[in-house]
């Protein structure tokens, strides 16, 4: 199985910086796509950004120019900077991977348990 853990959430001023990071470990075979989706109250849950093995990324709108994810595939880590951070930034940023866990398996969607992203006055 894979676990994903997740750090780097909190409380920030309109404009400032967070800098999230997400950690894979586990019993798997291979790790393909990366990336983060967020919650926020009231709202559906949307993909962020993705980010495959080779390093095709894919942005919402809503973050392009603001946002930046990359990954360290020796480390199954991916991080996402977030800069000017607007109040509707706020919500709870889920990390998710996509998987295989043995050769010739299908690949599955693992995600880790969520960190808060608040972002006021």
């Known amino acids: 199985q894979v676990q994903l853990v997740e750090s780097g959430g909190g409380l920030v001023q309109p404009g400032g910086s967070l800098r999230l990071s997400c950690a894979a470990s586990?019993?798997?075979?291979?790790?393909?796509?990366m990336g983060w989706y967020r919650q926020a109250p009231g709202k559906q849950r949307e993909l962020v950004v993705r980010?495959?093995?080779?390093?095709?990324?894919n942005y919402v709108d809503s973050v392009k120019g603001r946002f930046t994810i990359s990954r360290d595939n020796a480390k199954n880590t991916v991080f996402l900077q977030m800069n000017s951070l607007k109040p509707e930034d706020t919500a709870v940023y889920y990390c998710y991977a996509v998987a295989s866990l043995g050769f010739r398996s299908s690949a599955n969607n693992f995600w880790g348990q969520g960190t808060q992203v608040t972002v006021s006055s």
């Open positions: 980010i495959s093995s080779g390093g095709d990324t």
């Open positions: 586990g019993s798997f075979f291979s790790v393909y796509d």
